[in-house]
């Protein structure tokens, strides 16, 4: 039962996060913070596989709206395949994975600091050839995973990097203040524990997919939720081998949309926050195409608009994607269980892969 | 029947954009290649939507193989729903779109250039709102696209990136000479050619697909070819209504493997060049698993591992996506027809999308 317990665990890793592994954070980007300032750094590159892609996504957008930075995603294969280096001296370069193993992640980050790139490993190893490549390793220190999916290490990525956006801020020059995070922040363990309290209607959805032998999902989000839609897709294709198909839902629009159809369910994250009305106009959308839409919202105005749906926790937006990932994970699991597969061994996978 | 003649168009738009078009490209970066010399430029940010994306994958690759620049694909909501910029006065910023006309796309561009940033809009109609807004414009010259699905404005795309990426190669200190790129590049008409020819194969494995009731699929590629499965997919969903999910063979290992069983076919993409032997290597772990192999490669070995396939004309792995799109174009209408539906009229989209 490592999944449900490692599950479990997420409102004492991110917790501890927050609490001393805070200072080995703020300590990183005392370095960094001033080549941001003065942009001798003006851009980030983030190398990541799997579930730490999906991290290197709300990255990608948290940095952007944090920071102003533009946050390129990695093609390792450009090293290890091609053989050629990106100049990546003036990058941010950060490699993002739960073991630290995989030779292409560490390859990119070799790269960087041979380049003379500032580099950050994140990684729940910090005896991993991922964090002695790295100039700075940030621990997740999630302790031990055992289950092959990745859970409390995917949340634990995401904290470290609002905690990384964070501490970075103080170092970059703003058009005006930024609103003080730290109640958003201190709120964080809470809304974990009541997203671990969706249980029950996590497992209401897992019900309504199995009786209708549905084997074809959609999960779409958008802004900070895309990171969310594409961890639900893979948790759902590693557990319980559901085709399911993640967008954002502007890219949903350009082109996918034509799958709509009743007996092709769509899971939409539609927290509160800038991107809502985005969202409730797609929702507005599939239901005059009769698509069953499975919604996952703290509005409870747009749960209603679900066959079947669950209610998040209040959490401010840029930090919702560490708690609406939960009720997936939930999701996930007893989906696997009602198909009649074993959550704990996904088949022909791994916990650790190596890509070159 | 405009979908089919539009595909038939595909070695005459090339044609046209390796002759005509190409000085039209080369002007451009004569202002923008010492830029990159002196790295007052030193990444590119790159804004698309559907088809485009995916030729801003090809992008992403290409810049990176042969002009050493980090490439990152836009998150235009952090303009359009966030309301932040990322600065990008030291990005050349790139907008691609067939109509040109999505109002985020354009807000990216319309940002970077306010920034000071150099932009280029890739799009179809010069006279659209992308194209005023850029500082330069490139016109893909393709002739009116009237079918919803993209096909002769992606491939245009494609080559417009190529020949984009080989001017600016001209600007750009090498650490040794560069290959030759004429060769490649005169070979292409011919290669579009006879990958129109690859029809009654792409036939072939429409009917193995219908036959078989599958309507889930995985498609995969690597490197360059990442760009075709993405591209394969969204034409299999759009057209086939084909649940179909694209992956690079990388990221593939890392979880969705899972899904790999019989009954749930693979369409690798697998041609010659660095990729290969990393692609092959995957064929190899599905044959073991049981799973169907629809193989798509110029190499007949490899087309022969699979239950069906087809086979690719010979072309340097770098332009090989502008060519192994193709079959995977013929496959999606044929597929569509097979299942009872109309190519020309995909249900619930048009053929502008405008998304904020």
Chains 1, 2 share one sequence.
């Not at 599950?7 to 805070?22: C, F, M, N, T, Y």
């Not at 970075?168 to 363990?189: F, I, K, M, Y």
């Not at 029950?200 to 959805?205: D, F, K, L, N, S």
């Not at 009602?338 to 996904?346: F, K, S, W, Y």
């Amino acid at each position: 039962m490592s999944l449900a317990s490692e599950i479990g665990e997420q409102p004492a890793v991110a917790a501890r996060l927050l609490g001393p592994g805070r200072a080995a954070i703020e300590a990183i980007t005392e370095r960094i913070g001033p080549l941001l300032r003065d942009r001798s750094v003006d851009n980030v590159v983030i190398a990541a596989r799997g579930s730490s892609d999906h991290a290197a996504i709300y990255a990608q957008y948290l940095f952007g709206a944090r920071l102003r930075l533009p946050v390129a995603l990695a093609t390792p294969s450009l090293i290890s395949i091609y053989g050629v280096e990106p100049r990546l001296d003036r990058s941010l370069v950060v490699g993002i994975s739960q073991s630290g193993r995989s030779p292409d992640i560490v390859g990119v980050i070799a790269a960087a600091r041979r380049q003379g790139a500032p580099t950050i490993a994140l990684t729940n190893d910090p005896t991993s050839d991922l964090a002695a490549a790295a100039g700075d390793a940030i621990d997740l220190a999630a302790g031990p995973e055992v289950a092959v999916a990745a859970t409390k290490t995917y949340t634990a990525e995401l904290l470290a990097i609002a905690l990384l956006a964070i501490a970075l801020e103080r170092h970059v020059p703003l058009d005006g203040p930024a609103p003080d995070p730290e109640p958003d922040l201190a709120s964080l363990p809470a809304a974990l524990a009541a997203a671990l309290a969706t249980e029950p209607e996590a497992e209401a959805v897992a019900r309504f997919l199995s009786a209708g032998q549905r084997d074809r999902l959609i999960v779409v989000g958008r802004g900070y939720e895309y990171a969310t839609a594409r961890e639900i897709a893979l948790k759902l294709k590693e557990l319980a081998r559901v085709a399911a198909d993640p967008y954002s839902a502007a890219d949903f629009l350009h082109g996918p949309l034509a799958l709509a159809e009743p007996g092709h369910p769509i899971l939409v994250l539609a927290p509160s926050g800038a991107a809502a009305a985005d969202v409730d106009e797609l929702l507005g959308r599939l239901g005059e195409v009769g698509v069953e839409r499975i919604v996952v919202s703290d509005r409870e105005e747009a749960v209603r608009l679900g066959a079947v749906g669950i209610r998040l926790p209040a959490v401010a937006d840029w930090l919702m994607p560490i708690v609406s990932i939960v009720p997936g994970q939930l999701l996930a699991r007893h989906l696997a269980i009602a198909r009649g597969l074993d959550p704990e061994a996904p088949r022909w996978i791994g916990k650790v892969t190596l890509t070159r």
